[in-house]
């Protein structure tokens, strides 16, 4: 059985996989809250300032994600290599934290009631967990 697991080629881009889809969705969020007014952060209950950081994280997170991985690419390396893991671990801190705030405002009676109920949000949370975590190295 070792011998036909060693022979799968390894497929190394496998991150934009989650990298791309995710990035998608948080642009997306973000540009659809744009332009940024008072009615729509009264309209979710929430004050203009952090109505404004939710929607420019979630456009920077998206951008940074993708930025991170094209940073990645050897023609575009630069003089620091530590940068493209920072903008990526640092994008997916972001969509933690955006995630965390949407899970608390929608106010679950348990965490059992996010983890059965509330998936996507879930799954967003654990995407960004896992760039937050693995970084450029994903």
Sequence with gaps: MSKILSMIPEF??????LRIPLAIIFIQQGLSKLPISVDDAEAF??????WWFAAYGEL??????????????????LDR???????????????????????????PDSLMDVLLYDNLHV???????FFALRGSRA
């Design 12 to 17: 190394c881009l496998s991150h934009w996989l």
């Design 60 to 77: 920077g997170a998206g951008i940074g994600l993708i930025l991170g991985g094209l940073l990645t690419f050897s023609y575009l390396h």
């Design 81 to 107: 290599p530590w940068v493209e893991d920072m903008v990526t671990r640092f994008s997916g801190l972001v969509i933690c934290c955006i995630m965390t705030g949407v899970i608390w405002i929608g106010e």
């Design 123 to 129: 799954l967003l949370w654990v995407g960004g967990l």
């Design 45 to 50: 209950e929430l004050p203009y300032i952090v």
